[in-house]
């Protein structure tokens, strides 16, 4: 797996062992979990916080960390779906996200280096006019905006939309922060503490632990063991980030363009970061050309030089451009973060913390887990078409094991079975069945990540078949592969 710009070594939680009650059990150690179980000790609940692997594993330490009310979704798409007071709505709850960010950070001591700068989005000279239309859709949404000639520093950016007062941080050291202060105001934390199981009653871990709780909180950024209730309702992208020497100074601010897919930009102290090129996960395997082309595109736009890092992570796009956040079937659920899951993340603990202390708030309607997005209708039906036809992968051939290169994946046909095959860096063979446990469709090799991808619902997992990221609950099943395939002739 590749590693982050923001990589640190984890706080140490120790695994839970035995059965414990509470008044909420949060699962899920991301920016949605910890804010969570800290909002809830806070308000003197009994919080259990469990989590698969450590705090900060998931894609909230993946994140170019962008902390702002310029969406994924362009404001006049979301006043066309959600209406004009829904738009003032949805600006004001990341704002509002922001500023709560800022609070903690601040009331904590959390050194996460939280900066406020703007937010400046530009377009290519032939998308001017959105840039128009978004500059009137985001005045109307209530949001200090105006457009301005390009940044000091820039290159070929033209007239950009300019968003006063958002914020940058380092997302893993608040998210460490904010776990121990979660810790010292009461919140039991494990780590290493899958949840394999839950009901509206609490939940067992990997291990046979079990919580009771009046409240389960799901923070696991796809529901675990969902089938069909988001799976079909969440489209999940790849996407690729890199940092570069900046060669000059540049107007300090988040930069984005309005291509599709676009590109994000921030900066911190002297690198640049920029990401982009998205994919639907298990669709594409060239992150290399990838990240090639962000930095074609970075030394377009911006005084860069040499490439230093180079990474992806997954985000989970709605038909909609809001996250469902809220209760489902008696547990608690944030998913659907639409790239802008960190203020998601923390608007959905705001939510949640209000919904369990039977508290009023105004967002609660707008983000409800249940609702049944408006949206691009036929491009979603569409991609389920696609989904299904990527079980049709069962009766198409595979490859042969004898070329698979140390360190790399490739799916191989035997009779009726479908493999997963890697061969790692001492060149022994590692089988698991290529059968995604979700539902069933082919998982195909991602070569940048060294992972099993699925095509469907976005489930992946490590290059020897543990789960690394949902709704599959468990890893690929185990497989042999037969001797006579083990070794070239
Ligand atoms: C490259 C990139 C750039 C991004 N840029 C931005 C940005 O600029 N601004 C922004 O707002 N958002 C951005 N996002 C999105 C944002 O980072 C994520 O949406 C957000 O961090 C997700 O937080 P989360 O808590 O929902 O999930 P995660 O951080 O993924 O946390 C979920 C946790 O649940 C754990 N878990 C899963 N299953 C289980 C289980 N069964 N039992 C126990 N634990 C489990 C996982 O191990 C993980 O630690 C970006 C994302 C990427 C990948
Ligand atoms: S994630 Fe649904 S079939 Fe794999």
């Known amino acids: ?36 179980a800290y909002l809830l000790a806070c308000e003197g609940q009994r919080v259990v916080l469990l989590e698969r692997d450590e705090i900060g594993s998931g894609e909230t330490s993946r994140s170019s960390a962008q902390l702002t009310a310029s969406l994924d ?72 905006v105006q457009m301005v000639d390009p940044p000091a520093g820039t290159l070929n950016l033209g007239p950009c939309l300019r968003l006063e007062h958002q914020a940058a941080f380092h997302p893993v050291r608040y998210l460490q922060g904010l776990a121990e202060a979660a810790q010292r105001r009461g919140a039991k934390i494990y780590t290493h503490s899958a949840v394999t199981s839950y009901d509206s009653t ?77 994919h639907v996960v298990g669709r594409a395997d060239d992150a290399e050309k990838r990240y090639r082309c962000l930095e074609v595109w970075a030394r377009e736009h911006f005084p860069v030089g040499q490439r230093r890092e180079a990474w992806s992570g997954q985000v989970e796009n709605t038909p909609d451009g809001l996250a469902y956040i809220g209760e489902s079937a008696g547990v608690y ?73 140390p360190g790399e994946g490739a799916v191989i046909r035997q009779g009726i079975r479908k493999l997963a095959v890697y061969r790692d860096e001492h060149g022994e063979l590692h089988t698991r069945s290529a059968m995604c446990p979700h539902f069933g469709c082919v998982v195909h090799w991602n070569t940048g990540e060294k992972s099993w991808d699925c095509p469907c619902h976005g489930s992946r997992f490590t290059a020897f078949g543990d789960l690394l990221h949902g709704p599959a609950r468990t890893g690929l099943a185990a497989e042999d592969l037969s001797s006579d395939a083990r070794t070239p002739d």
């Open 202 to 278: 609490g939940v067992v871990t990997q291990n046979g632990a079990r919580v009771h709780a009046a409240h389960v909180v799901l923070a696991t950024n796809v529901p675990v063991a969902d089938r069909v209730k988001f799976s079909f309702r969440l489209e999940p992208y790849r996407t690729y980030m890199i940092s570069l020497d900046l060669t000059a100074a540049i107007e300090p601010g988040h930069y984005w363009d309005t291509v599709d897919p676009y590109h994000y930009v921030r900066l911190d102290g002297d690198l640049l970061l920029v990401g982009g090129e998205d």
């Open 333 to 405: 659920v944030v998913t659907g973060d639409v790239g802008n899951g960190l203020t998601h993340g923390t608007i959905g603990a705001l939510v949640i913390r209000d919904l369990i202390l039977g508290r009023e708030n105004a967002w609660t309607e707008l983000y409800d887990a249940n609702r049944v997005p408006r949206g691009n209708r036929l491009e979603w039906l569409k991609e389920g078409i696609t989904a299904a036809a990527h079980l049709g992968e069962w009766v198409t051939g595979g490859d042969d094991p004898t070329d698979i290169a």
């Open 1 to 36: 797996m590749t590693t982050s710009h923001w990589a640190l070594p984890p706080p140490s939680f120790a695994p839970l062992i035995q059965d414990l009650e509470a008044d909420t059990v949060v699962v899920g150690g991301g920016i949605a979990g910890v804010t969570t």
């Open 73 to 144: 979704f362009r404001y006049f798409e979301l006043a066309a779906l959600h209406g004009e007071d829904r738009a003032r709505l949805i600006a004001r709850s990341h704002l509002e996200a922001v500023d709560e960010i800022e609070r903690i950070a601040s009331g904590e001591r959390i050194a996460c280096d939280l900066v406020r700068l703007p937010s400046f989005l530009f377009a290519p000279p032939e998308q001017q006019k959105d840039l128009m239309r978004e500059l009137a859709a985001m005045q109307s949404a209530g949001l200090n």
